[in-house]
């Protein structure tokens, strides 16, 4: 079972004046893959804030999918965020993104969103809107299992 927390990085969504739809997008998409939801949370544009909470959530879920803060903005720094927390990047999973839904808009390109490990947590920054989370989460969806499995290593180990 892999367990996922979602973080939403949106001031008007924190302050109640927005409603969470790309979070709600996440959800549904990786529930119906099986996954298990145990943390979701918006919190402020405040990159301190946003790399509290993926240090503390790395110990206890799989996967982190981050959503918003990824642009050109001032207030946009969930991949700074995120590269303060990791311990190593996989940059593949952005890159595959960007270039998958740069078929579809070139503002693809603007994004800015990165991925890492911390510990044994992938952590994955998405776009802020509904439509592009889709299309992202549908692109890097299939790779999750197999690259949790190779983070969590063998179950089997034998010396050679």
């Known amino acids: 079972m892999v ?8 001031d008007a969504g ?13 959800r549904e998409m990786v529930e119906a893959k099986g996954f ?3 943390r979701a949370e918006i919190v402020p544009d405040e990159q301190e804030m ?3 909470r993926l240090r503390r959530w790395s110990a206890d879920v799989d996967l982190i999918l981050t959503t918003g803060g ?14 303060a927390v ?4 996989v940059p593949g999973l952005p890159e595959a ?11 693809a390109w603007l994004s800015r969103a990165a991925a890492g490990i911390r510990g044994r947590c992938l952590i994955i920054n ?15 969806l299939p790779l999750i299992p197999h690259g949790l499995e190779t983070l969590r290593g063998p179950t089997n180990v034998h010396p050679a």
């Open 3 to 10: 367990t996922v927390g979602i973080l939403t990085s949106s």
């Open 14 to 26: 924190y302050r109640g004046q927005r409603q969470d739809v790309s979070g709600q997008v996440i």
């Open 36 to 38: 298990q939801v145990l």
């Open 50 to 52: 946003i790399a509290d």
């Open 70 to 83: 990824t642009g050109l903005g001032q207030r946009d720094v969930t991949p700074e965020a995120t590269r």
């Open 86 to 89: 990791i311990e190593r990047e």
């Open 97 to 107: 993104m960007r270039f998958v839904t740069a078929q579809k808009t070139p503002m």
């Open 126 to 140: 998405l776009p802020g809107s509904p439509k592009a989370v889709r299309e992202c989460l549908e692109v890097v």
